[in-house]
């Protein structure tokens, strides 16, 4: 069973960086493609990102300038970095699996539990 | 990017109702849409992909229809266990993949 586990700092100051990682188990890193999706309290949902091992990534317009989604093959593990935060980037943070092995513009099979991170002062 | 809109944005139902939830694309998607339910604190499930395709383990009263622009989410009956936010996600090609606002169905 595939599971993914969201790990990192639940507060984080205006004009800093968010570091998230997630922590795969039960399927290699190696294997698909692996996003990360946020959610602001009560409201809907946005696509951040994609990464391969082969190191290709692909960003959502509207972070692009602000976000580098990277991979540790060696520890089944992949980050999310969003710099110069504001209070609009408190959100919660999930990662999920892409459902295609070849085709990272598809659905979300797996999902982590979110780690919800707060940008305040 | 594709903009998706859903409606109605909140569904008063009751147990063993018959539910549809609408799923609109800004421009032709084909297929390419899948159908997730959220509960409070927790993440969003796969319930349907490629519009129509029911995820193994989902039970068969979820179904989903549709193609280009239009698009549908029904429950044949409603049970205590689905009531839930539903949204509506649409990955045609090109980057970004964008969800609907979400339609919540709650208890009438």
């Known amino acids: 069973q595939v599971q993914l586990l969201e790990s990192g700092p639940g507060l984080v100051k205006p004009s800093e960086t968010l570091s998230l990682t997630c922590t795969v188990s039960g399927d290699s890193i190696r294997s698909y493609y692996w996003s990360w999706i946020r959610q602001p309290p009560g409201k809907g949902l946005e696509w951040i990102g994609y990464?391969?091992?082969?190191?290709?990534?692909n960003y959502n317009p509207s972070l692009k300038s602000r976000v580098t989604i990277s991979m540790d093959t060696s520890k089944n593990q992949f980050s999310l970095n969003l710099n110069s935060v504001t209070a609009a980037d408190t959100a919660m943070y999930y990662c999920?699996?892409?459902?295609?092995?070849?085709?990272?513009?598809?659905?979300?099979?797996?999902w982590g539990r979110g780690a919800l991170v707060t940008v305040s002062a | 990017d594709i903009q998706m809109t859903q409606s109605p944005s909140t569904l008063s139902a009751s147990v063993g109702d018959r539910v549809t939830i609408t799923c609109r694309a800004s421009?032709?998607?084909?297929?390419?849409l899948a159908w997730y339910q959220q509960k409070p604190g927790k993440a969003p499930k796969l319930l349907i992909y490629?519009?129509?395709s029911l995820r193994s383990g989902v039970p068969s009263r979820f179904s989903g229809s549709g193609s280009g622009t239009d698009f549908t989410l029904t429950i044949s009956s409603l049970q205590p266990d689905d009531f839930a936010t539903y949204y509506c996600q649409q990955y045609n090609f090109d980057p970004p993949i964008t969800f609907g606002p979400g339609t919540k169905v709650d208890i009438k």
């Open positions: 990464i391969y091992f082969r190191g290709s990534t």
């Open positions: 421009q032709s998607i084909s297929i390419w």
């Open positions: 999920a699996r892409v459902s295609d092995a070849y085709n990272p513009m598809t659905y979300f099979d797996y």
């Open positions: 490629r519009a129509s």
